[in-house]
């Protein structure tokens, strides 16, 4: 493993395309196929949405990147959001991460790390007037320096920061050159691959102003020869931040053009892939919870059919499913409490606490004026159909079927007295399997819900939950985002 020494070992085995369960391993393939051919000085920029894997993706990467002899450092940029400065993250994350290929390389370092050095510091004389509101309370080394410099007088201090500019300067020059000279002599003597990669992450989320610096920075002094930048953003999301720094008319995509030479789109996953990588786990719950109805074949994973179907109903964005899956969770946490409290199984019908979840947080009006003798099933859904096994399903028919067997029903019935009484019944009398004749999946959700009611509505032992019960824990679980 000597020859893979790097900062994060433990991903060379954690993070591969071989358990990518996204399958972008081909698409990383040719990503990389792609960017070892560059060798000018190159900055990508990975372009995806919230909730895209773009982390997951790029941690990948760098494993490939490393495993195939590339010299390859990873930069975290929100964690270093704190700092007033990118470039002495970046500088420092540069050596340290190179330092890394082999003990002996930090002669090799030297001039690099001499020239940075010159930059950083030039960059806090320029900025000495913001340090003074921003700094002069630490106790840093950049405050010291400019509490020194605003010590002199003011054609002392201007000769000083014009001293400091010039120096600048020409260190952004040697940074490229030695940079390049660098990356040939870990070639020769470490005997690894050009280009050097590296990888910046979470740069959307950063602090509007951070982001811009950092994206100035990888620009003006370390594009240079042999090096390949790779930024990963959420670009619309960029584009949005800069406007707060710019202005809401201001051009940025026309402005990020400068800093990228070409862009990478990763796509959403797969929604059926997503929602499976989501810890949506019935296996926790034992005998405490039992979750219902099960799609015949599917069993437990019918939890996370019916997430995908709803999703896709309902228009939901990934932002929305994972948010949809940490309620769904929180609510079956409450089951087991519930079930430690009580004793009692809890029998929860899956399918409508995902869609109580679903309709109470896009304020839906069936979610409040569903109850007895009401299930509310016209209208949700039209001509929302999916295959399963080479079967057309129909949602609205399973909507239905679910929310009319959430529901207690009513009925009048004449007593042998001839009296008249209210007859409280659940809603699976009201379906009758002949309806459903040419429908497998329907017959069997049906068949399994019938199952688990009449097994279980006359145990004292059982605790069945309705429609109320669903409203309840739904309001408390929408508390969270």
Known sequence: MAALSC????????????NCKLDRGEYGEFLKNYLAGEHDGFVLNLNGAWGTGKTEFLRRLYSLFITEGHPTIYIDAWESDFSEM????????????????????????????????????????????????????????????????????????LDSVKKEHAEQIEAIKSIRTELGNLAEVIQKNYSKRLPVFVLVDELDRCRPSYAIEMLEVIKHFFTTKHFVFVVATDTKQLRESIKSVYGSSFDSTT????????????????????????????????????????????????????LEWLSVAFDLSLRDIDQLINKLNACLRTAIHAYDLSQKVQLINVFSLITALIEFDKEHS???????????????????????????????????INMICSVMHEETVDSHHGEQYKELYFGVRQL??????????????????????????????????????????????????
């Open 7 to 18: 900062k994060y070992e433990k991903w060379l085995t954690k993070y591969t395309f071989e």
């Open 86 to 157: 990118p470039l002495s993250v970046v500088s420092s994350e540069l050596l340290n991460q190179l330092s890394a290929i082999n003990e002996d390389i930090g002669t090799e370092l030297s001039k690099v790390g001499e020239f940075l050095g010159k930059a950083v510091k030039g960059a806090i004389i320029g900025g000495a007037g913001l340090l003074s509101k921003h700094l002069l309370a630490d106790a840093s080394a950049g405050s010291e320096m400019a509490k020194a410099l605003f010590e002199k007088s003011p054609n002392d201090f």
């Open 255 to 306: 402005y990020l053009k400068r800093f990228f030479n070409r862009e990478a789109r990763l796509d959403e996953p797969k929604l059926e892939k997503y929602i499976g990588l989501s810890k949506v786990s019935n296996n926790e719950y034992g005998s405490r919870v039992i979750l219902y109805p099960e799609i015949s074949n599917l069993g437990r994973q019918s939890t996370t059919k019916y």
């Open 366 to 400: 069936q979610f409040i004026e569903r109850k007895t003798s009401n299930p509310m099933i016209s209208g949700v859904f039209t001509n929302t159909d999916f295959t399963l096994n080479g079967e057309l399903v129909s949602l609205s028919e399973i909507y239905k």
């Open 432 to 481: 009758r399997s002949s309806d459903y004749s040419n429908d497998f999946t329907l017959r069997t959700i049906i068949a399994n819900i019938s199952n688990v009611l009449s097994h279980h509505h006359k145990k004292t032992t059982s605790k069945i939950w309705l429609w109320h019960d669903y409203q309840r824990v739904v309001r408390l679980a929408g508390m969270i985002e």
